[in-house]
């Protein structure tokens, strides 16, 4: 690893910072002003977005790692029962679910090592055939010439 070296530089001023330069118009940091609304009603805004039942349930989802599971899908803003209903649902199928997919992955290893074994046979087979191509060809160059 590279390691600057211990010599002082004389010209050396500390840590490059731009110049700050006077500005007699600055008010401060901005803060949005706040404008009533005339066409807000309080009431109205009380029951927004309250439903007595949702139909669909939209996603956009992105995984580093393809696999992951979504299912049963609650939308509640009481803890106690999300977590009753995780316990019902989700807890009941963890266990067979990992298992499940421990076995895949098993199961996508050992193709793996075969298919990387495989390759490493052929890979040797083929070194092999450039060997006979060779001595082949060696052997080729000492008839084609003929003494004088």
């Known amino acids: 690893e590279w390691e600057p070296p211990m010599i002082d530089n004389p010209e050396y001023k500390g840590e490059w910072k731009p110049r700050q330069i006077d500005n007699p118009a600055y008010k401060g940091a901005w803060v949005h002003p706040m404008i009533d609304n005339p066409e807000y009603n309080a009431e109205d805004a009380k029951d927004l977005a309250k439903y007595d039942e949702f139909c669909k349930v939209g996603l956009d989802l992105w995984q580093v790692k393809s696999g992951t599971i979504f299912d049963n899908f609650m939308i509640t803003d009481d803890p106690a029962e999300a977590k009753k209903f ?8 963890k266990d067979a679910e990992k298992k ?6 098993e199961e996508e290893r050992k193709k793996a090592e075969e298919e990387a074994k495989k390759d490493e ?10 060997d006979e191509k060779e001595d082949s060809e060696e052997s080729e ?3 084609d010439h003929d003494e004088l």
């Open 86 to 93: 995780g316990e019902d649902t989700w807890g009941a199928t």
């Open 100 to 105: 499940m997919k421990d076995e895949q992955d």
């Open 121 to 130: 046979d052929e890979d040797e087979d083929d070194e092999d055939l450039d």
């Open 141 to 143: 160059e000492t008839v």
